[in-house]
T-cell receptor
C-alpha cells in the first residue's frame, strides 16, 4: 500500500481564498483523522471520521473550516475564507481496528499551507 | 481531560551516547501510549506503543520505552544514538479501547552531534 496520500504537499494562497486539502487513506482503514500542526499549538486533532461519518469535530477551530468524507477512500478539509493564522501543516491519518484491536494511526506527509 | 507533557523542548546528544526522552501524562486510568518520530518535512511514524502487559516495550530503530504507572511516565530510550535519529519526537496518549482521540505532547527536538 502507498500509505496515506495527501495533496497538495504545499499550498500558498491569498487571504480570503478558499483552500481545499485532500486525503486518501490507506485502503481498508475505517478511521480517518485530520490534524493541524503549528509551532504555537503543536499537533491538534481537528476532526475524525469512522466509516465515513464525522464522529467528533470539536477541534475544528471555527465555521470557516469544514471536512467531508464522501466515501471510504477520500476526504477533504476545506477552509473558506482562509486567513493568515490558518498557516500550518495539516496532516491526515488513518487506521483500522481489526477485530476490535486498536492499531496505530498512519500519517500522511502533510500539506504545508501558507496564507498570505 | 487527558494531557501529555514533554518537558524537554530540545536535546543534544553525541552520536553513540545513550538517550532518554521524557514523557508524562495525565489520565484517569491507564491510557494507551505512543511514541512517534517526525523527520523534517515528513509525517509522523510510529516508534512504539503500549496498551497493556509488559511495561517495557520495544519499538523500531532500536528504541524502547518503559511505562511507569506510579510516575505517570512513558519515557523513550535508546542505548546508542545514531546521527540519523535526529528528528522530532512526540509522545501521545489515547483513551483505552479505541484511542480515537490522541493527545500529543509538544515534542522534543533531538539533535545529534558527530
Amino acid at each position: 500500500d502507498a500509505g496515506v496520500i495527501q495533496s497538495p504537499r504545499h499550498e500558498v494562497t491569498e487571504m480570503g481564498q478558499e483552500v481545499t486539502l485532500r486525503c486518501k487513506p490507506i485502503s481498508g482503514h475505517d478511521y480517518l483523522f485530520w490534524y493541524r500542526q503549528t509551532m504555537m499549538r503543536g499537533l491538534e486533532l481537528l476532526i475524525y471520521f469512522n466509516n465515513n461519518v464525522p464522529i467528533d469535530d470539536s477541534g475544528m477551530p471555527e465555521d470557516r473550516f469544514s471536512a467531508k468524507m464522501p466515501n471510504a477512500s477520500f476526504s477533504t478539509l476545506k477552509i473558506q475564507p482562509s486567513e493568515p493564522r490558518d498557516s500550518a501543516v495539516y496532516f491526515c491519518a488513518s487506521r483500522t481496528v481489526p477485530g476490535g484491536i486498536v492499531t496505530e494511526a498512519f500519517f500522511g506527509q502533510g500539506t504545508r499551507l501558507t496564507v498570505v | 481531560a487527558q494531557s501529555v507533557t514533554q518537558p524537554d523542548i530540545h536535546i543534544t546528544v553525541s552520536e553513540g551516547a545513550s538517550l532518554e526522552l521524557r514523557c508524562n501524562y495525565s489520565y484517569g486510568a491507564t491510557p494507551y501510549l505512543f511514541w512517534y518520530v517526525q523527520s523534517p518535512g515528513q509525517g509522523l511514524q510510529l516508534l512504539l506503543k503500549y496498551f497493556s502487559g509488559d511495561t517495557l516495550v520495544q519499538g523500531i530503530k532500536g528504541f524502547e520505552a518503559e511505562f511507569k504507572r506510579s510516575q505517570s511516565s512513558f519515557n523513550l530510550r535508546k542505548p546508542s544514538v545514531h546521527w540519523s535519529d535526529a528528528a522530532e519526537y512526540f509522545c501521545a496518549v489515547g483513551a483505552p479501547g479505541t484511542a480515537s482521540k490522541l493527545t500529543f505532547g509538544t515534542g522534543t527536538r533531538l539533535q545529534v552531534t558527530l
